[in-house]
């Protein structure tokens, strides 16, 4: 829900909207949801993704033209579509596996079905052979590149000296108690596991910050990261 209030600022009224615990608003092309925001991000973008999908779906799945050209031109529109903002996703495992599931879905559709195969029992098998597709043709898992780019980003935001509101909420800690039960999966929860593994100390609070300011060494770890995560 979302409320209408108006606001006076330097002697002129000024509208203002509001938004409540369940609202839901459109800005600057992601969608902000106080209540569920990550989830309904995500599935704003896969829903993103399926609109440019169809667009090109006569190209995209078209045998006369080769299917290198297909798959170029599905990483060139739809992987830019669904992973718009994805630097500052905080991923589970659910959501890895819905980014998954959708990318496996299209490529099913790109490379479509081999005229032998069984309709109902290869669903495994083609599942297979679009991973396959993906190597041969050097596309990335897009939860492999979801994970690169927030490991990008999250060096620029350390290594920024201006001033920049985004390295102060990220070195923000919140000062109170939290309710019982287990804590939700934070932002930079993925980089602590990281660096603990990769260094055999335990890492938390800040320290990937502090790590990050070293350009050279930050961007170095970027394939490892990739890497860890993915397995």
Not at 164 to 186: F, K, L, M, Y
Request: proline share 3%; charged share 25%; with cysteine.
């Amino acid at each position: 829900m979302v409320e209408r209030i108006q606001l006076i600022e330097n002697a002129e009224k000024l509208t203002a909207d509001v938004l409540g615990s369940e609202g839901r608003a459109d800005y600057l092309g992601r969608v902000i949801h106080l209540a569920n925001m990550e989830d309904a991000e995500i599935s704003h973008r896969i829903s993103k993704a399926w609109a440019k999908y169809g667009v090109f779906r006569s190209e995209l799945q078209n045998k006369h033209v080769p299917v290198s050209l297909r798959m170029k031109l599905f990483d060139t529109v739809v992987t830019p579509t669904i992973l718009y903002g994805c630097e500052t996703w905080t991923m589970t495992q659910a959501r890895v596996t819905r980014l998954r599931t959708v990318q496996r879905k299209m490529l099913r559709g790109v490379r479509g079905p081999h005229p032998y195969e069984d309709h109902i029992l290869c669903l495994k098998g083609t599942t297979r052979r679009a991973e396959e597709l993906m190597a041969t043709h050097g596309l990335k898992s897009w939860a492999t590149t979801q994970r690169v780019k927030s490991w990008q980003w999250a060096g620029k935001v350390a290594q920024a000296t201006d001033g920049r509101w985004t390295t102060t909420v990220a070195a923000w800690s919140a000062i109170g108690d939290r309710p019982r039960g287990r804590p939700r999966r934070r932002w930079a929860d993925a980089f602590h596991e990281f660096l603990t593994a990769k260094t055999g100390i335990e890492h938390s609070s800040n320290d990937w910050m502090r790590i990050a300011k070293d350009q050279h060494l930050w961007n170095s770890l970027a394939d490892a990261y990739a890497h860890f995560t993915d397995s």
